[in-house]
């Protein structure tokens, strides 16, 4: 199976300021023939499902503010929120669709410092 | 408007069965793949199973640890897909996500139900 690890496990950032979160996977998620990266972000407020932010690790899901970005290739992968919302106060995951089993990073939680 | 509902969760003892369904709204429910995917309170999202639709075959394919026990089935004519879980464990215990696969994306979850949870203990 594809380990997805996220760092860090949860981040405190003000208001207004960038939040930066990696993903790192065991191996490579970067399909040759097409040259996409299989990877997508989900960000999953307090009692909510989870919501798709970002596919092919850098399309951003229609409706997702652009303040939200993807980046990365192969095995290193960068969420980052450019200038933190109080909405934006949830745990993020990154998800690899490259192969089965699907996988899931652990998960980083980010607030309001 | 796109709308998953799931239902069918509850307690049940470790050993027996439970059938979860996914009723969908909203969208033509046979051209897409949908996916069941958990989440054990406190914890992280798991993916556990896909089923393509009818027209690749409605193949399915399972996370390792609920193959051979759980299985994926549809009814495209009531936009219902089904979650069979078999010889439950305790550790299958979660709130369960049924989620729509990009057309012809299988792997990008572009909507979710809210969950249903599952408790499994004597």
């Known amino acids: 199976d594809i380990v997805m690890t996220q760092s860090p496990d949860s981040l405190a950032v003000s208001l207004g300021e960038r939040a930066t979160i990696n993903c790192k996977s065991s191996?490579?998620?970067?399909?040759?023939?097409?040259?996409?990266?299989?990877l997508g972000w989900y960000q999953q407020k307090p009692g909510q499902p989870p919501k798709l932010l970002i596919y092919?690790?850098?399309t951003r899901e229609s409706g997702v503010p652009d303040r939200f970005s993807g980046s990365g290739s192969g095995t290193d992968f960068t969420l980052t929120i450019t200038s933190l919302q109080a909405e934006d106060v949830a745990v993020y995951y990154c998800h690899q669709y490259y192969t089965t089993p699907w996988t899931f990073g652990q998960g980083t939680k980010v607030e309001v410092k | 408007e796109v709308q998953l509902v799931e239902s069918g969760g509850g307690l049940v003892q470790p050993g027996r069965s439970l059938r979860l369904s996914c009723t969908a709204s909203g969208f033509t429910f046979g051209d897409y793949a949908m996916s069941w995917l958990r989440q054990a309170p406190g914890k992280g999202l798991e993916w556990v199973g896909f089923i393509r639709s009818k027209a690749y075959d409605g193949t399915t394919d399972y996370a390792t640890s609920v193959k051979g026990r759980f299985t994926m089935s549809r009814d495209d004519s009531k936009s219902i897909v089904y979650l069979q879980m078999n010889s439950l464990k305790t550790e299958d215990t979660a709130v369960y996500f049924c989620s729509r696969d990009r057309l012809g994306l299988i792997g990008i979850f572009d909507y979710w139900g809210q969950g249903t949870l599952v408790t499994v203990s004597s």
């Open positions: 092919w690790a850098s």
């Open positions: 191996q490579t998620v970067l399909y040759g023939s097409n040259y996409k990266n299989y």
